[in-house]
Every structure is written in structure tokens, then in C-alpha cells.
């Protein structure tokens, strides 16, 4: 039996929303914002220290960051490593039921991260007209 395959070895949850968020190039903060109200940078940061997370955060986070909640519950580094090694010349890989096209994922990931990042920048300044609003009152 080889090292991948050490059936006692438990995925940690928290830790590989971690690495997608990361994947991502979301910050701890965006991810708290998706959340809603009683979510902050810290709270975001204890979730990711937890190996096992309740199913309904899992869902919430996995829709979230755009990725199957399964790949969440199941990626194990050392397999994943394995698995992109031995089939790095299709320039795809099988992850369980998951096929990943590294180029395809990269374009609709980044198309993602810009229409957050939108969002994010009109919600700014829509902020921004608020207060203006507020000032002109004074």
C-alpha cells in the first residue's frame, strides 16, 4: 500500500476550501461578504482551520467559490498531485467524477473573479453615492 492510499487519512475540509478560495485569489473577506451579515474575515479564517464543516455551510461556500461541494468533502492533496501527475500530457485530469480542463477552468475562473470583482466595485460605489447623499444633507 503506498503512501496515497492511507485509508485512517482524513480530508480536512476547512483546509481545502482554503486552497480553492487561494486557487481562486479570494480573500478571506471577499468570501465573508458572500456569506452575508454575521460572517467576518476572522470567522472565515476558524472555518478554515476546522477539518469537518456542517453540510450547509459546505453547500453555501462550495456555490460560492463555483466548485462541486464534493471536491470540497474529497480532495486529498496527495491523491489530487498523484493523479494530475500521471495525466499531465492530456492536459486534463479525472478526479473522481470531476473532469478538469486546466485551460477551459482557468478562462471561466477568471471570468468569474472579474464579475466578482464588478460586483464588488459597484457595490463600492454605490456606497460611495450614499454618503455623498448623507454629506449633502449636512
Excluded: C
Amino acid at each position: 500500500m503506498s503512501h496515497f492510499d492511507t485509508p485512517d487519512k482524513k480530508v480536512h475540509q476547512g483546509r481545502n476550501i482554503k486552497r480553492f478560495r487561494e486557487m481562486l485569489g479570494i480573500k478571506q473577506e471577499a468570501l465573508a461578504y458572500e456569506l452575508g451579515d454575521d460572517w467576518n474575515q476572522k470567522k472565515v479564517s476558524l472555518l478554515e482551520q476546522r477539518e469537518t464543516i456542517e453540510t450547509n455551510i459546505l453547500t453555501q461556500v462550495a456555490a460560492i467559490l463555483k466548485v462541486p461541494v464534493e471536491a470540497i468533502e474529497n480532495l486529498d492533496e496527495d491523491k489530487a498531485i498523484n493523479i494530475i501527475a500521471s495525466t499531465f500530457n492530456d492536459n486534463a485530469f479525472n478526479y473522481g467524477t470531476i473532469t478538469f480542463h486546466p485551460i477551459d477552468k482557468l478562462v471561466q475562473l477568471h471570468e468569474e473573479k472579474i464579475a466578482l470583482y464588478e460586483r464588488m466595485l459597484k457595490e463600492k460605489d454605490d456606497m460611495m453615492a450614499r454618503l455623498e447623499k448623507l454629506i449633502e444633507k449636512k
